[in-house]
């Protein structure tokens, strides 16, 4: 979700509560700021990857992926 922490939180809060425990979070990022970093934090133990990228296209996001 492009800058909107809201949406970000639920979806990490949503694989969190899945009662499968066998996942990897990656997220791709193209703008991180403070309040996503400490977003984060509270996830570091299930975020498996973050990559950061300067092209914020659709495509650039899933190629890096």
Request: hydrophobic letters at 35%; charged letters at 30%; zero cysteines.
């Amino acid at each position: 979700a492009r800058d909107n922490l809201h949406f970000l939180k639920l979806t990490l809060e949503s694989v969190k509560e899945q009662k499968f425990s066998s996942y990897e979070i990656i997220l791709i990022e193209s703008n991180m700021d403070e309040r996503k970093k400490e977003l984060l934090q509270d996830y570091s133990e299930r975020l498996t990857q973050i990559y950061h990228v300067e092209d914020d296209s659709l495509a650039s996001m899933l190629n890096q992926g």
